[in-house]
Protein backbone atom coordinates (compact mmCIF):
# COMPACT_ATOMS: atom_id res chain seq x y z
CA UNK A 1 0.00 0.00 0.00
CA UNK A 2 1.40 3.27 -0.89
CA UNK A 3 0.98 6.53 1.38
CA UNK A 4 1.84 8.96 -1.07
CA UNK A 5 5.85 9.01 -0.76
CA UNK A 6 7.57 8.04 -3.21
CA UNK A 7 8.89 4.58 -3.67
CA UNK A 8 12.41 4.22 -1.90
CA UNK A 9 11.79 7.72 -0.36
CA UNK A 10 11.93 7.61 3.72
CA UNK A 11 13.02 10.68 5.93
CA UNK A 12 12.98 8.47 9.62
CA UNK A 13 13.40 5.54 10.99
CA UNK A 14 11.35 4.88 13.98
CA UNK A 15 12.57 2.64 16.59
CA UNK A 16 10.59 1.11 19.82
CA UNK A 17 10.65 -2.02 21.89
CA UNK A 18 7.55 -4.08 22.19
CA UNK A 19 4.99 -3.09 24.75
CA UNK A 20 5.54 -5.77 26.94
CA UNK A 21 8.57 -4.29 28.15
CA UNK A 22 7.39 -1.66 29.93
CA UNK A 23 6.20 -4.25 32.39
CA UNK A 24 8.79 -7.17 32.36
CA UNK A 25 11.48 -4.07 33.55
CA UNK A 26 11.84 -2.56 37.06
CA UNK A 27 13.40 0.38 36.05
CA UNK A 28 13.70 1.85 39.77
CA UNK A 29 16.03 -0.91 41.42
CA UNK A 30 19.14 -1.10 41.37
CA UNK A 31 20.90 -4.21 39.96
CA UNK A 32 23.81 -4.85 42.46
CA UNK A 33 25.24 -7.71 40.91
CA UNK A 34 26.67 -9.08 37.50
CA UNK A 35 24.53 -12.10 37.98
CA UNK A 36 21.16 -9.93 38.55
CA UNK A 37 22.15 -7.87 35.61
CA UNK A 38 22.68 -10.77 33.40
CA UNK A 39 19.36 -12.33 34.49
CA UNK A 40 17.57 -9.50 33.28
CA UNK A 41 19.32 -9.37 29.75
CA UNK A 42 18.35 -12.91 29.44
CA UNK A 43 14.74 -12.20 30.85
CA UNK A 44 14.65 -9.89 27.87
CA UNK A 45 16.32 -12.63 25.64
CA UNK A 46 13.28 -15.37 26.77
CA UNK A 47 10.20 -12.77 26.72
CA UNK A 48 11.46 -11.81 23.16
CA UNK A 49 11.09 -15.36 22.37
CA UNK A 50 7.99 -16.58 23.92
CA UNK A 51 6.28 -13.09 22.91
CA UNK A 52 7.23 -14.13 19.33
CA UNK A 53 8.75 -10.75 18.78
CA UNK A 54 11.54 -11.00 17.88
CA UNK A 55 15.36 -13.02 18.02
CA UNK A 56 16.74 -14.59 21.41
CA UNK A 57 18.77 -12.11 22.25
CA UNK A 58 18.47 -9.29 24.80
CA UNK A 59 20.90 -6.49 26.36
CA UNK A 60 21.03 -3.90 28.92
CA UNK A 61 23.14 -0.88 29.77
CA UNK A 62 23.80 0.01 33.73
CA UNK A 63 25.58 2.43 35.31
CA UNK A 64 28.69 0.64 36.28
CA UNK A 65 29.06 2.40 39.90
CA UNK A 66 25.38 2.62 41.13
CA UNK A 67 23.87 -0.74 39.45
CA UNK A 68 21.16 1.74 37.77
CA UNK A 69 19.59 0.65 34.57
CA UNK A 70 20.03 3.27 32.08
CA UNK A 71 18.84 1.63 28.95
CA UNK A 72 17.70 -2.05 27.26
CA UNK A 73 17.28 -3.43 24.17
CA UNK A 74 15.99 -6.52 22.30
CA UNK A 75 16.48 -8.15 19.00
CA UNK A 76 13.93 -6.33 16.55
CA UNK A 77 15.57 -7.03 13.18
CA UNK A 78 12.29 -9.46 12.13
CA UNK A 79 9.92 -7.19 13.91
CA UNK A 80 10.78 -3.64 12.32
CA UNK A 81 12.52 -4.84 9.11
CA UNK A 82 16.29 -3.54 10.37
CA UNK A 83 19.30 -5.85 9.91
CA UNK A 84 20.76 -3.43 12.07
CA UNK A 85 18.59 -3.56 15.30
CA UNK A 86 20.46 -6.53 17.36
CA UNK A 87 19.58 -6.21 21.09
CA UNK A 88 23.32 -5.02 21.91
CA UNK A 89 22.25 -1.66 19.56
CA UNK A 90 18.84 -1.12 20.28
CA UNK A 91 20.04 -1.09 24.15
CA UNK A 92 23.14 1.63 23.39
CA UNK A 93 21.08 3.55 21.12
CA UNK A 94 18.30 4.00 24.61
CA UNK A 95 21.08 4.72 26.52
CA UNK A 96 22.64 7.60 24.77
CA UNK A 97 19.30 8.92 24.14
CA UNK A 98 18.69 8.79 27.86
CA UNK A 99 22.10 10.37 28.48
CA UNK A 100 21.44 12.72 25.57
CA UNK A 101 24.93 11.75 24.69
CA UNK A 102 26.18 10.40 21.60
CA UNK A 103 28.37 8.51 24.22
CA UNK A 104 28.16 7.33 27.37
CA UNK A 105 31.99 8.54 28.21
CA UNK A 106 31.17 12.10 27.87
CA UNK A 107 32.69 14.22 30.61
CA UNK A 108 30.25 14.35 33.49
CA UNK A 109 28.98 11.18 32.66
CA UNK A 110 29.16 7.86 34.94
CA UNK A 111 31.01 4.74 33.93
CA UNK A 112 28.31 2.61 31.97
CA UNK A 113 28.90 -1.50 31.05
CA UNK A 114 26.43 -3.19 28.62
CA UNK A 115 25.64 -7.10 29.34
CA UNK A 116 24.71 -9.10 26.37
CA UNK A 117 22.89 -12.39 26.44
CA UNK A 118 25.47 -13.56 23.93
CA UNK A 119 28.79 -12.50 22.42
CA UNK A 120 28.33 -9.70 20.35
CA UNK A 121 28.47 -10.06 16.43
CA UNK A 122 30.72 -7.89 14.67
CA UNK A 123 28.28 -5.02 14.41
CA UNK A 124 27.46 -5.37 17.83
CA UNK A 125 31.60 -5.32 19.09
CA UNK A 126 32.03 -2.31 16.95
CA UNK A 127 29.11 -0.61 18.44
CA UNK A 128 30.26 -1.17 21.93
CA UNK A 129 33.77 -0.18 21.01
CA UNK A 130 32.34 3.58 20.05
CA UNK A 131 29.36 3.58 22.59
CA UNK A 132 31.57 5.18 25.38
CA UNK A 133 31.08 1.69 27.77
CA UNK A 134 33.74 0.60 29.72
CA UNK A 135 32.96 -3.34 30.37
CA UNK A 136 31.27 -5.56 28.03
CA UNK A 137 29.31 -8.57 29.90
CA UNK A 138 28.24 -11.53 27.64
CA UNK A 139 26.58 -15.02 28.85
CA UNK A 140 26.13 -17.70 25.92
CA UNK A 141 29.02 -17.96 23.07
CA UNK A 142 29.72 -17.11 19.96
CA UNK A 143 29.53 -20.63 18.90
CA UNK A 144 26.43 -21.00 20.93
CA UNK A 145 24.91 -18.56 18.56
CA UNK A 146 26.29 -20.39 15.55
CA UNK A 147 25.21 -23.36 16.44
CA UNK A 148 21.72 -22.01 15.52
CA UNK A 149 22.72 -20.88 11.63
CA UNK A 150 23.19 -17.00 12.67
CA UNK A 151 25.97 -15.78 11.31
CA UNK A 152 28.48 -13.36 13.91
CA UNK A 153 30.67 -12.45 11.59
CA UNK A 154 34.41 -11.87 11.57
CA UNK A 155 34.88 -11.72 14.86
CA UNK A 156 38.01 -12.88 16.28
CA UNK A 157 39.64 -13.05 19.64
CA UNK A 158 41.98 -9.94 18.28
CA UNK A 159 38.65 -7.89 18.57
CA UNK A 160 38.26 -8.77 21.60
CA UNK A 161 42.34 -7.89 22.51
CA UNK A 162 41.29 -4.61 20.50
CA UNK A 163 38.23 -3.57 23.01
CA UNK A 164 40.52 -4.11 26.21
CA UNK A 165 43.31 -2.42 24.97
CA UNK A 166 40.83 0.67 24.34
CA UNK A 167 40.27 0.25 27.73
CA UNK A 168 37.08 -1.96 27.91
CA UNK A 169 37.23 -4.84 30.38
CA UNK A 170 35.28 -8.04 28.70
CA UNK A 171 33.58 -10.79 30.95
CA UNK A 172 32.35 -13.73 29.49
CA UNK A 173 29.85 -16.81 30.62
CA UNK A 174 27.96 -15.14 33.06
CA UNK A 175 24.71 -17.17 33.87
CA UNK A 176 25.70 -19.21 30.31
CA UNK A 177 23.64 -22.32 31.02
CA UNK A 178 20.14 -19.74 31.29
CA UNK A 179 21.08 -17.80 27.95
CA UNK A 180 21.86 -21.14 25.63
CA UNK A 181 18.54 -22.37 26.81
CA UNK A 182 16.72 -18.90 25.45
CA UNK A 183 18.48 -19.85 21.82
CA UNK A 184 17.41 -23.71 22.67
CA UNK A 185 13.69 -22.34 22.89
CA UNK A 186 13.71 -20.52 19.60
CA UNK A 187 15.18 -23.30 17.93
CA UNK A 188 12.70 -25.84 18.80
CA UNK A 189 10.11 -23.14 18.16
CA UNK A 190 11.48 -22.32 14.88
CA UNK A 191 12.48 -19.07 15.12
CA UNK A 192 13.87 -17.46 11.93
CA UNK A 193 17.52 -17.50 11.24
CA UNK A 194 17.52 -13.91 9.84
CA UNK A 195 21.06 -13.75 8.64
CA UNK A 196 22.11 -17.40 7.75
Given at each position: M??G???G?H???VI???????S?????R???????K???A???????V?R??????????F??D???????????????N??????????????????????????G???????????????????????G????V????R??????????????PA??????H?GI????????AE????????H??S??????
Amino acid sequence: MNDGTPLGMHSSVVITLPPWVTSAVDWQRPYEHDDEKMRLAVALARLNVERDTGGPFGAAVFERDTGRLVGVGVNSVVRLNCSSLHAEVVALMLAEQERHSFTLAAPGLPRHELFTSCEPCAMCLGATLWSGVKRLVCAATRDDAMRLGFDEGPVFPASYTYLEHAGIEVVREVCRAEARAVLELYHDRSGPIYNA
